[in-house]
Structures are given as C-alpha cells and as structure tokens.
C-alpha cells in the first residue's frame, strides 16, 4: 500500500495496521485474564490495563530492540510488544515453569534482559531509579538507547519518583518516564493525593519538560514518545509524558472498585481507545470492513493458542526450585 499522505505521524498503512492489531491483542489478552481469574485458573494477582491500552502501544511502538523497557503492574502488553510470545505471557500468569521465571514468581516481577525488559518490584516508583541507572549505562556506554519506564500518578508521590527524575535531568540521561495517569492509586482519586493538576508540572523542577497528553489516543501517544526517543538518543535528557487515561476494573481482579460512579466509568469508557482509532483508520481508508475481521480472528486465535499452550503447560518440577538462584 503506498504511504498516506494526509498523516504528520509517517506511518505507512501496515503500521497503523499493527497498530491496531496491538491493540486489539493486548485488550483480548487482560479480557481474556479477567475470565481466567472467575474461573480460578490464574495463579497471580492480576491487574488489567483494560482501557489503557493506547499508551502501551503508543510508546512501545518501533523501540528497538536494545532499548529497555521498565514496565508496570499493569502492562503486561508491553511485553508482548517488546517480544514476548503470548503463549510464555500466560504461561507466567498460571505459575508453569514455561513462564518467565519458570514459576517461582508473581506474575508481575519478571523480566527478560535480552529482550530488554527490566522485570518490576512490588515497590511503587522503586523501578525509576533502576531506569536512570540503566540510562546512566547507556550514556556512559556511548550507546544511543533509551530507557522508557512506567509509572501511576500514585507513584509519582514517592521519593523513588523525585530522586529518579532528579539524577536523571542532572546527568541528561536517554530515559523516558511515562507516567499512567489512571486518575487512581487503588482506591485513592487524584485530588487526594496531588494538589496539582498534572504529573507533567513536576519534570520543570528536574530541569526537562514534561507534557500531559490525551493517554487515550495512540497517535498522540506515538507522535510524543517519538520526540522524545529523538531528544534521547541524541543526548539531550529525558522526558515526562504524562498520559492520561482510566483504567475500567478496579484495582486488580478483585477489587470491585465501589469508590467510584457508574457515570465516571461510562464517560471514560466512551473514550476507549479503540473504537476511535478505529474510526481513524477506517476514514483514511486504511482499515476496511473485511481487514478488521481478519485482524479481531488472528487476535482470538492467538489468545486462544496461548490459553492453551498455559493451561496444558507442565508445572515446575520440585528438584528445579534451587536453581537460577543467586548468591
Ligand atoms: C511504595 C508502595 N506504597 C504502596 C504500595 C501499595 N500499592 C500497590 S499498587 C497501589 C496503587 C498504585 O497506584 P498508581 O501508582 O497510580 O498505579 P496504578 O495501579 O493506578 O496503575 C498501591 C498504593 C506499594 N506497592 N508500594
């Protein structure tokens, strides 16, 4: 297909494809989590980023595959995006030994270094000083990678946070820090926790710019990150984008989030993501009726293929549980 004209992201019609296909898979994927967890099959706590899918794709979209990632509670679609294969994601939730950590951990808490992925810790905001220190590597390696690392506006009000982006704008490291602004940190609403508005205000005090976004809209994501993966790598510092967005379940799986209203939930959820994007492509002639099928089927076929491969997995053997251990 030739490329479109009319788009400022440079994005030829097969990008905006995959795109939207990533889309579509990491929302089937946490969709398909939730009724694994009713159905008591998940061995880990789930945390689904349904709603929050744009922000994921948007800035995992085109990263290298030497960039690494510090990905969030939330963001399991950054490891499919980053190159994790569906089947091993799952086989992580259910705790088999064909999972990340063979296993022996949280879903959560994993990692895979040579796909870039910087495995979490329960810590908030305890992943952004392991970022600026990843991105101080790079800058003392002379390499041009970046580091994009994962946060929640609740998040930003922990020391981690303020030391991270300190160390980080005086040493002009290639990290960017996208914060989730879900509006909530568990149960607590914004204005709770923050006297300011935006999470972005506070990178000026860190001496680099931070942006607040419309976290819901993927091309608006995409077109910030890739700014800012160019300032990077050419040595200029980092970057705060803050995106905000919703996050439709509560907490996890088993919160049944009674601290917000049905209307708050149904004026986000008229913001998916999806459905607007889609709206996009099919005006630019990109997406067509029978394209969105093929695509809605691979999806379901691959998350069928992965619920599978987990579930018939075998689970670790006893005699393993010593080794990978460290000293
Ligand atoms: C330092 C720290 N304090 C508290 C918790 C308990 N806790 C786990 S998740 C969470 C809410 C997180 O909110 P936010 O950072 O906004 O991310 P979100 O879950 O909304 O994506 C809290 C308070 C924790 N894990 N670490």
């Known amino acids: 297909m030739p490329p479109i004209k009319r788009t400022k992201f440079k994005l030829s019609p097969d990008q905006l494809l995959d795109m939207f296909y990533w889309l579509k898979l990491i929302r089937a994927f946490d969709e398909r989590l939730s009724v694994l967890v009713r159905q008591g099959k998940v061995r880990s706590g789930v945390y689904t980023g349904i709603g929050q899918e744009a922000i994921v794709v948007g800035t995992c979209f085109g990263l290298r595959r030497d960039d690494y ?58 992943n952004l000083p392991v970022a600026a220190g990843l991105a101080f590597t790079f800058k003392m390696e002379k390499s041009d990678n970046v580091v994009v690392a994962y946060f929640g506006e609740g998040a930003s009000n922990v020391g ?36 300011i508005d935006d999470v972005a205000d506070r990178a000026e005090s860190y001496g680099f710019d931070g942006v607040a976004i419309n976290g819901n809209d993927v091309l608006a994501v995409y077109q910030a990150t890739q700014g800012a993966l160019a300032r990077a790598r050419a040595g200029e510092g980092p970057t705060l984008i803050e ?6 379940h509560g907490h996890s ?8 209203t049905d209307e708050e939930l149904a004026m986000w959820k008229s913001r998916d993501p999806i459905p607007t994007f889609t709206t996009y492509l099919k005006g630019m002639q990109v997406l067509t009726d029978e394209q969105q099928n ?19 997995a075998a689970d670790p053997a006893p005699e393993d549980a010593l080794t990978d251990l460290y000293a």
Request: hydrophobic share 45%.
């Open 69 to 126: 990632i510090c990905p969030l509670h939330r963001d399991l679609g950054a490891f499919l995006m980053k190159g994790v294969q569906p089947g091993a994601m799952m086989a992580q939730m259910f705790a088999k030994a064909a999972g990340l950590s063979k296993g022996r951990d949280s879903a959560l808490h994993s990692g895979v270094s040579e796909l870039g992925i910087f495995g979490n810790t329960s810590m908030l905001g305890a």
């Open 160 to 195: 981690d946070f303020h030391e991270a982006l300190n160390f980080a704008g005086v040493q002009r490291l290639p990290v960017l820090f996208i914060c989730e602004n879900n509006q909530y940190a568990y149960s607590v609403p914004l204005e709770k926790s923050m006297a």
């Open 243 to 248: 995106c905000k967005t919703y996050r439709w």
């Open 253 to 260: 799986e088993h919160d049944k989030a009674f601290y917000r």
């Open 294 to 312: 093929e695509v809605e089927s691979r999806v379901k076929q691959t998350i069928d293929d992965a619920v599978d491969f987990a579930i018939n």
